[in-house]
């Protein structure tokens, strides 16, 4: 598949948007779906649908192979051990929220320390506040750079005897800093502390190898990823899983139920209460045969030269300033222009067709340390061209215009 | 939709430039407001006489050029008008952003009006009717004595 036409397999393409060209520069926020995964989804509630892993008819054992196929398809993408491992969620911040439930519950008593960065996403911040509540834990914030990086160091000056835990992003939904993941998890390793990480941003523009990055805790969303919204995929090392209390309960995660007690099912099902996404599931296997398409090396090399593009054209522009400048970058740049807020920046671009995201991004911790209430921000997907930075940049222009900048 | 309707001059004007921008001393009324999806907070400061008039006002805060905008000629216009008549206005002008062609109000002269029409432009932009009320709102919750942050959230 050839990434330069990738953008006639999007059907959101095909028409104007408001009389324009749609310029999507809001990928970080959720992807456009290709057609593959809109017809999956069609022909499944169509031809095929009945609910998983329940009833003997022909139409429910073939929806739950089509529903475990997608396992397999995530467990190959993200190369992990045993297809036990993934654990469908209804997104990235249920991944965490189930993680911070069940090992809090289990691991946490007062005093303990959660790590996180300055960077986090509110999904990976408030879950732990929670716990924060509930269980009297302390909550540390690894601090970023002037970069807007996380570094090794600044993770490891933060870790005490009381850590329990480290959840760090992969990539920054704001500066696009791409943290050392690898090296953190083996830094902390050595320390006995496991590690999350909230790979909504890592997810769709790297290539996961979860033997080499070995930690412990793996959160996807499957809507950033070309999928469906609804779906997201908690990987877990198996001894976690086995080892963690049951996240939610109901039909599904069960073994036996009497009125003295309770068994709990077999992975994965254990952490799979009640009916499922099924359809999205199903179609999110379309998305990742998708990406497996293309190939991840050249999603990465097509983002990097948009990324690298974008950032030369929009430093020539007078009055832009990007914020973060991090050595490892994914496709995001946020920016600021002097004298015009970035709601009045997004009004102003989406007259023209060009769909980008204003605001905190749910990042308020790292906002406030950059001592900005709101950037805008345009972020790549598989489908973006240069022609569409073009656009950006004469957009930008219109709105300094409008300011009389 | 057209964007000059949206940016007129005077907004852009008062959005740059807020009037009554800051706090002052012996205000005897206050509330704060904020738009959670954005991040854009207000605070109105006032001060209401035996009279129940309006002697001053005056707001801190950050947003938008709309948001900013708004705030400044809402002060600016409840300024020396009692109690009574800035609710109408408010009401008036609320009505107005969210469906009426016009306000109605015969508190208002007609240059005043005027200046507060030129906010309806965001009625075509639903997203951003939320910055245009705020500062509305956080003034009505002054005079009430409210204790609770006005959200455009509810």
Known sequence: MNIDNIKREFPIFDDKIQNNDLVYLDSANSSQKPRVVVDRIYDFYTKEFSNVGRSVHYLAVAATNLYEQTRVSVQRYINAKDKDEIVFTKGATEAINLVANTFGQKYLSEGDEVLLTELEHHSNYVPWHFLRKAKNINIEFAEINDNGEVTLEAIEKKITNKTKIISVSHLSNVTGAILPIKEIVQLAHSKNIPVLIDGCQGAPHLKLDMQEIGCDFYAISGHKMYGPTGIGVLYAKKKWLEDLPPYQGGGGMINEVKKEGITYGELPNKYEAGTMATAQVIAFNESIKFMEKIGIQNIEKHEKELLDYGLEKLRKNNSVNIIGNPKEKGGVISFTIEGVHPHDIATILDEDGVAIRAGHHCCQILHDKLNLPATARASFGVYNTKDDIDKLDEAINKCKKIFNL | ?154
């Open chain 2, 1 to 154: 939709m057209d964007l000059k309707d949206l940016y007129q001059e005077i907004i852009l004007d008062h959005g740059k430039n807020p009037r009554n921008l800051g706090k002052f001393e012996n205000y005897n009324k206050d509330a704060k407001g904020n738009n959670p999806l954005c991040g854009d907070n207000v605070h109105v400061y006032l001060r209401l006489n035996e009279n129940k008039k309006v002697e001053d006002i005056a707001f801190e805060g950050h947003g938008c050029a709309i948001s900013m905008a708004s705030a400044s000629i809402m002060t600016d216009m409840v300024r020396g008008k009692e109690e009574k008549e800035v609710k109408e206005i408010v009401t008036d002008f609320l009505g107005m952003i969210k469906e009426k062609d016009s306000l109605e109000t015969n508190i208002l002269k007609d240059d005043e009006k005027t200046k507060l029409m030129s906010l309806s432009g965001v009625k075509q932009y639903p997203m951003r009717v939320k910055c245009a009320t705020l500062s509305w709102h956080t003034l009505t919750s002054a005079l009430d004595n409210s204790d609770q942050i006005v959200k455009t959230e509810e």
